[in-house]
Nanobody, 119 residues
Framework: QVQLVESGGGLVQAGGSLRLSCAAS????????MGWYRQGPREEREFVAA????????RYADSVTGRFTISRDNAKNTVYLQMNSLKPEDTAIYYC????????????WGQGTQVTVSS
């Protein structure tokens, strides 16, 4: 059974930094991509960043480009999100996502970690 466990969320002042981690376990198939999404109060879940597992290619939402960096550790099946210059509008629950599968690609989600940025 695939499990994604996020950590690293918390409360930080505007301009500060946080580093999120997401460790995947129970993988019996190839990982295609891992990424981060977020959902603010009264908002829909939105894409933040993603990394292709094999090549390391990255993609970011316009709102976080230049401030957030996604990286991976293949050996640990872990993805990270370094968040710098945080803004109050970054406040949200951050969810880890994994896409993978050998025949059928499936999507898996973590339980989420709260990030709160105070002004």
């Amino acid at each position: 059974q695939v499990q994604l466990v996020e950590s690293g969320g918390g409360l930080v002042q505007a301009g500060g930094s946080l580093r999120l981690s997401c460790a995947a376990s129970g993988l019996t198939f190839s990982t295609t991509r891992m990424g981060w999404y977020r959902q603010g109060p009264r908002e829909e879940r939105e894409f933040v960043a993603a990394i292709t597992w094999s090549s390391g290619a990255t993609r970011y939402a316009d709102s976080v480009t230049g401030r957030f960096t996604i990286s991976r550790d293949n050996a640990k099946n872990t993805v990270y999100l370094q968040m710098n210059s945080l803004k109050p509008e970054d406040t949200a629950i951050y969810y880890c996502n994994l896409l993978g599968g050998d025949i059928v690609t499936r999507s898996y989600w973590g339980q989420g970690t709260q990030v709160t940025v105070s002004s």
